[in-house]
């Protein structure tokens, strides 16, 4: 079965610090995709990165920088000087592509992050 | 820029009326997708259109859930006889399908579904 886990149900941090938001997937499949998405007060889901199994580079975008480790199945995400802005609900999500399972997305619990000033 | 569209945002409504969500997909986007997200948790994958063909269904949805995409462009969403238990977010999202990519599904902003 497939299944995301973020252990992480909240986390707090103080403005500029840095945070790292905990992403454990598990599939049998070797063709797979991994997601997170943001989701502020507002709630619109807002996606922010897409990575392949078959690409394990680190990605960082700006403030953001995300680790994948098929070892450890594992997908990380660190949130570099953390702002205000950045407090929302994160999630982590699984995509499988075979069959009938065209794309549909498995999501982790989500992780609320709260940055103070 | 057009985004992924869903009417009506909040919705109230007494257990046993039926209630239709609707969602407009990105315009070029051929696959639209419905979940539903409970509080504090992420959403759950209900239904799957490619074009105007309803191609997987999750085992959420229950027998007084139906969707439809007639044309391949909205969709709507229609619960049945509702239950305090469908009370959630019924969230939208779209992409373009095809090419043997997952590709990246924009989310609207929701329907907040309250049953009483």
């Known amino acids: 079965a497939q299944k995301v886990t973020q252990a992480q149900t909240e986390i707090s941090v103080v403005e500029k610090e840095d945070v790292t938001l905990d992403c454990v997937y598990e599939?049998?499949?070797?063709?797979?995709?991994l997601f997170w998405y943001k989701q502020p007060p507002s709630g619109e889901l807002v996606f922010l990165i897409r990575r392949n199994s078959f690409d394990e580079q680190n990605e960082i975008s700006g403030r953001y920088s995300w680790n994948f480790q098929k070892s450890t199945s594992s997908f990380n995400f660190t949130i570099t000087a953390s702002q205000v802005v950045d407090s929302a609900v994160y999630f982590c999500a699984l995509a499988m592509n075979y069959g009938g399972s065209q794309g549909n997305l498995i999501f982790g619990k989500g992780t609320k992050l709260s940055v103070k000033p | 820029d057009t985004g992924v569209s869903q009417d009506p945002r909040h919705k109230i409504t007494k257990r046993g009326q039926n209630v239709t969500f609707r969602c407009d997909p990105i315009s070029e986007h051929n696959r639209l997708y419905w979940y539903r997200q409970t509080l504090g948790q992420g959403p759950e994958f209900l239904t799957y259109f490619q074009n105007e063909a309803q191609l997987e269904k999750s085992r959420l949805l229950s027998d007084r859930f139906s969707a439809e995409r007639p044309k391949g462009s909205f969709s709507t969403l229609e619960i049945q006889r509702t239950e305090q238990g469908d009370s959630a977010m019924y969230l939208c999202?779209?992409?373009?399908?095809?090419?043997?990519?997952?590709?990246?599904?924009?989310f609207g902003a929701g329907t907040r579904l309250s049953v009483l």
């Open positions: 599939t049998r499949d070797t063709t797979y995709y």
């Open positions: 999202a779209s992409s373009l399908g095809g090419g043997g990519a997952i590709n990246i599904q924009y």
